[in-house]
């Protein structure tokens, strides 16, 4: 039996590179197999396995514990394949990428595609250039897909665990609801949930009911929509569009069909994304701008003015950030600036938002956060940034800063931040690297 590669034997506290980044390829041809790899390299994060037979792969049952997120493999090779061997692959539901060579753009003729292996999810030709362009843009395609959560509305069928197993392949997260008010909970609490797939119906619902439904709530921008139908004609397609859906599909349909479609879907998705947080994040540190803070805060308050929710906010300062600028220039500046960032991210509540606001300052504003809750909160941040090790020029440099917090009651979220600014200048005026409360109790607990 040949031996294990040793990249397969390296333990996940050694590897240089994330589980979910590692390939393996099986080629018998050591140029292509060199071209592709050139490829593969610009690639960051990212481990190829080389195998030259796939019955080197076969034999090596272990490679099933490594962690591979993709196969490329010869399509003559996968033509060896038995059926038995097929279906073991298949429960397995690692992606697969053919790798074709010659005059054979694909291999329809040497497998039966997609049908019959649905884990084959493309076949590449890697002569040309373009060929291996488009095998780099399907390995990060795999990669990227398992940043989107897809819930699917769909009744318990053979079709549903089909579609979940082949979304699973593509390495989608998943998420099955059961009733439309399961959907919407899940939409609200959830909102790394851009994706919806709708079935014909679910309980007693319509799949263009639920669509409506879903659409009455969330636009474009929030929730993308593909429909899918058992029966029909295209008038059902014209109905599911008319009432919000982005795109349709009619059973029977080929599984690379769902997939390029979706795909299209996703893309854009992306896109609105990317949009979005070019106009609500900062450049430099990835929190939330100023925009975003008044935009969001502005409807938080107006929730509490309604006695809906408290609110506190929260304004930090970075002390003497213009020295660290004089002293070590700009980019260690920026360097404080993206650590102290890290750490304020990390601390608060997926509820509370946390943004730079200018320069070395930024406001952070909270839901529900009781008084004991909020001191131990920030004083924990004081001292997690007051432990931060700095080292600019070979000389390590202690980093603090100062803190305004209150939750007292306001006439405008503008009047709650200049309080909460004024208590930060106070902190700073009693000798920085401190905090000011002034609170009142509001609720017993942070809430989660």
Avoid at 183 to 190: D, T
Avoid at 193 to 200: N, Q, S, T
Avoid at 267 to 291: C, K, M, Q, V, Y
Wanted: glycine share 6%; aromatic share 8%.
């Amino acid at each position: 039996m040949p031996s294990m590669p040793e990249d397969f034997a390296i333990e996940k506290s050694q590897a240089k590179v994330a589980p979910e980044h590692r390939v393996v390829m099986v080629h018998h041809s050591n140029s292509a197999k060199a071209n592709i790899l050139r490829e593969l390299k610009v690639i960051e994060d990212f481990k190829t396995v080389e195998l030259s037979d796939l019955d080197e792969l076969i034999a090596n049952e272990a490679w099933l514990s490594a962690p591979t997120f993709c196969l490329l493999i010869e399509d003559s090779q996968l033509n060896r394949l038995s059926s038995e061997q097929k279906k073991q692959w298949i429960q397995r539901g690692l992606p697969i990428v053919g790798l074709s060579h010659g005059d054979k753009f694909g291999h329809h003729e040497l497998v039966s595609y997609p049908n019959d292996f649905p884990n084959l999810i493309d076949c590449i030709n890697c002569d040309s250039s373009l060929g291996l362009f488009k095998l780099l843009e399907c390995i990060n395609r795999i990669r990227e897909n398992a940043q989107h959560q897809i819930m699917v509305l769909y009744p318990e069928t053979v079709e549903r665990e089909y579609l979940i197993r082949m979304l699973k392949i593509y390495r989608f997260n998943v998420a099955t609801v059961s009733s439309i008010a399961e959907a919407l909970s899940l939409l609200e609490e959830r909102k790394d949930f851009r994706i919806a797939i709708v079935g014909p119906h679910l309980g007693t619902m319509s799949g263009v009911e639920l669509i409506r439904c879903l659409r009455s709530i969330h636009d474009h921008d929030r929730l993308a929509i593909l429909g899918l139908s058992e029966q029909g004609t295209w008038s059902t397609a014209q109905s599911y569009l008319k009432s919000g859906a982005n795109d349709f599909l009619l059973f029977p349909f080929s599984d690379e069909e769902f997939y390029f479609r979706l795909l299209n879907i996703v893309r854009t998705a992306e896109i609105i994304d990317r949009l979005t947080s070019a106009a609500t994040r900062d450049h430099l540190t990835g929190l939330h701008n100023r925009r975003f803070l008044f935009d969001l805060g502005s409807k938080l308050f107006a929730s509490t003015q309604r006695g809906q929710i408290a609110m506190t906010v929260g304004m930090v300062d970075i002390d003497h950030f213009k020295a660290i600028n004089d002293t070590f220039g700009h980019e260690a500046g920026n360097e404080v600036l993206r650590r102290v960032a890290d750490i304020l991210g990390k601390r608060f509540r997926k509820t509370d938002v946390v943004a730079r606001i200018g320069g070395e300052e930024f406001a952070i504003l909270m839901v529900n956060m009781s008084d004991e809750g909020m001191r131990d909160c920030f004083e924990g941040l004081r001292q997690r940034i007051e432990s931060e090790f700095f080292c600019f020029k070979g000389l390590p440099v202690q980093v603090t800063a100062s803190f305004g917090v209150t939750n007292q009651p306001a006439s405008s979220l503008q009047e709650l931040l200049e309080h909460a600014d004024k208590l930060l200048y106070l902190a700073k005026g009693k000798g920085r690297n401190r905090i000011e409360f002034n609170t009142v109790p509001a609720f017993s607990s942070m809430g989660d």
